[in-house]
Every structure is written in C-alpha cells, then in structure tokens.
C-alpha cells in the first residue's frame, strides 16, 4: 500500500480480555517499529523487527505483550490479560532497506486501545 | 541511555511570526535526526531527515538544523500559519540505520490568526 496501515483504528475493551493490534508497513519495508502514545508519557519505544527476526524487543513492558512478524510483512502486536494501563495508542513504523535506506522512519494513524 | 528533550513545550504565536524549536540530546553518537507533526488524534508525519553527516535540511517554510557535537537541534519554521498548529516531535536514532528513535515529549504549537 501506499502508507503503513493498522488495525483497528479504535479498540475498546474489557480488563482481563486479550486484544490483537495489526500493522501493514509500506510494501518492501523490511524494518518494522511498534511504539505506544499513552498520555503524559510521550513515545515509547516497544519492538523492532528486522524481516521476521525482533533483533530488539527490549521495550516490551512485560510478558503480557508479545509480537509477530510473518512472510517479512505484516505484525501482530498481542497483548493478553489486558490492564487499564495498557490503554494507549499504539503506533507502527517501517523503514526502507538497501540504497535507499537513510534510517527514515513512517509511521501509521495508530490503533487506540482503551481498556474499561 | 539517550534522552531527549524539547523546548518549549508548549508555544502559542500569531500567525505570521517565524519561530524556531528547540531539540537537544544527551549522547552525540546518533545515525540521525528526525522531526514529526503530529496532528491531534492522527499518527506522526515526517517533516525533515537529517543524517549525523549533515548540518541541516531545508523543506518549504521548515529549516532544521543539528549541531551533532553540542547534542541540538533547531527547527525554524517561517512566516507561521494556523495550519501549522499541531504538536512537533523530534526524534534521534542511535547508532545504526536500524536503531531504534528515542523522542522528546513534544512542542504544542498553536498558530491563531
């Protein structure tokens, strides 16, 4: 596509539900960023995938998130047993390889998460 | 650990005023700097790239600068207008092409006319 695109754009759920956010990066991106927005704290940095690889997930904040890359696409950021201060927007970025890599991040619109 | 931070945090002018944005990092070893918008509600559009390499990056009305050595970076934006209200984030990417960014927390620009 012609943008990074994710899913849902709004999401509300239950404490103790598990939730499934979905990023489509730009095609041919191989570098794939999962940030989350929560108010007052500012960006915060959660995962990186290289291909299918996650070379860097030291921001996860704890077991309950998880995530997955397939075919060098599309991920999935899960987070089960969701608590009310998972609640935040939650923002995807890919970023181009090769000779045409200067490090350039895009990002999505971002899935809002409002846990109840 | 890289940390960022933005000054003013929060900005108001009347429109046709230039105004310049203040960014600085704690480390030097940075791949480059990146400048967002970010509208209320909507994700981060990219404004200005600048590798470690270069000095600034010019596009339309928005200048950018970085003094990699002192750890700053600016934001020059000219002859403002209301449009251009929005929150402004800057960003350094540490030590690879595929490092991960490390924000500061944002100057919330509002243009009135």
């Known amino acids: 596509g012609a943008g990074v695109s994710q899913s849902p754009s709004n999401k509300v759920t239950e404490k103790g539900k598990d939730v499934e956010l979905r990023c489509d990066p730009i095609s041919g991106h191989t570098a794939l960023y999962w940030y989350r927005q929560s108010l007052g704290q500012g960006l915060e940095f959660l995962i990186y995938?290289?291909?299918?690889?996650?070379?860097?997930k030291s921001g996860l904040p704890s077991d309950r998130f998880s995530a997955e890359r397939t075919g060098g696409s599309v991920s999935t950021l899960t987070i089960q047993r969701t608590q009310q201060e998972d609640s935040a927007v939650y923002l995807c970025a890919s970023s181009p390889t090769g000779t045409a890599n200067t490090g350039e991040l895009f990002f999505g619109e971002g899935s809002r998460l409002t846990v109840l | 650990k890289q940390e960022v931070t933005q000054i003013p945090a929060a900005l108001s002018v009347p429109e046709g005023e230039n105004l310049v944005l203040n960014c600085s990092f704690t480390d030097s070893a940075i791949y480059n700097l990146q400048w967002f918008r970010q509208d209320p509600g909507k994700g981060l559009t990219s404004l200005l790239l600048?590798?470690?390499?270069?000095r600034e990056q010019t596009s339309g009305r928005l200048n950018a600068s970085l003094d990699k050595s002192s750890g700053r970076s600016t934001l020059y934006i000219a002859a403002s207008q209301p449009g251009d209200s929005a929150t402004y984030l800057c960003a350094v990417k540490g030590g690879t092409s595929y490092g991960k960014l490390t924000f500061g927390q944002g100057t919330i620009l509002t243009v009135h006319p």
């Open positions: 995938f290289q291909g299918n690889s996650a070379p860097d």
């Open positions: 600048i590798q470690s390499s270069q």
